[in-house]
């Protein structure tokens, strides 16, 4: 790829402050409980193999998190895009919004609900539309640690642009959130893994995870860099698929 058209794309996407794949919420999540409001823009180069078809991307992500003043109920909104093309010919092509609302029942125990929407130009399932409802665990929260587990029903929409078909599926939506912060230190790393099969054929299922690690400079800037890998274990093409994604940027939070 041409440096010049790098550099436009660059351009681009400082001044739209939405552009990426951030598919992991659970990674934009990882905030203290004892902060009400959260505006984080995270500013990243990344190499991506989708499922073999190897591209270079410039990326910039947007999401915010707003507490009530009791912090019994929080309000999650993210937003990205995410287009490279070159010559007229898209070598990535991808959109997510996601909307979650999350309700406190005990001190270790919130229910959550969420909708959300995303599209992948690359992939047999070009785009997907889900709507979920479950419950959310704190396992541990300590000053350093902290250890989530949730399990929720999804009623998801596939459609595959490439056989011109939709599906409708129910899935079950388990994950495990791991953040740790190492002592006398400010640097954070987050583990999180997704498993999500159909209720009717448990071989039929999606995983994702992501893995990051997140330096701060100071309260407002911070260097990370995250690994995150998605795999389809039998997509509406009758195959196996994946995208794995490795990205350093810059985050700047508000």
Do not use: C
Request: glycine content about 4%; cysteine-free.
């Amino acid at each position: 790829m041409r440096l010049h058209f790098l550099f436009l794309i660059l351009l681009f996407s400082g001044a739209t402050s939405l552009y990426a794949q951030v598919v992991n919420i659970e990674s934009a999540r990882m905030q203290t409980d004892s902060v009400r409001f959260v505006l984080s823009n995270d500013f990243s180069f990344r190499y991506n193999d989708n499922d073999g078809n190897y591209i270079f991307e410039v990326s910039d992500a947007i999401y915010t998190q707003l507490k009530s003043k009791d912090f019994r109920k929080l309000y999650f909104f993210l937003a990205n895009f995410g287009l490279i093309r070159s010559k007229g010919e898209d070598f990535s092509n991808n959109w997510l919004v996601h909307l979650r609302f999350n309700y406190r029942l005990t001190r270790v125990i919130r229910l959550e609900t969420f909708i959300q929407s995303q599209g992948n130009q690359l992939l047999d399932v070009s785009g997907r539309h889900l709507l979920g409802v479950g419950l959310r665990f704190k396992a541990i929260a300590t000053e350093n640690v902290r250890l989530y587990l949730a399990n929720s029903y999804m009623y998801e929409l596939e459609i595959s642009d490439a056989l011109n078909q939709n599906f409708y599926n129910h899935r079950n939506n388990t994950y495990m959130s791991f953040s740790f912060k190492l002592p006398n230190s400010k640097i954070i790393l987050t583990n999180i893994l997704y498993y999500q099969p159909l209720y009717k054929d448990i071989s039929n299922y999606n995983i994702s995870e992501q893995f990051k690690i997140e330096v701060p400079l100071n309260e407002k800037i911070s260097v990370n860099s995250s690994f995150y890998y998605y795999f389809d274990s039998q997509t509406p093409g009758n195959r196996s698929q994946y995208t794995s994604t490795f990205y350093i940027g810059i985050g700047i939070n508000i």
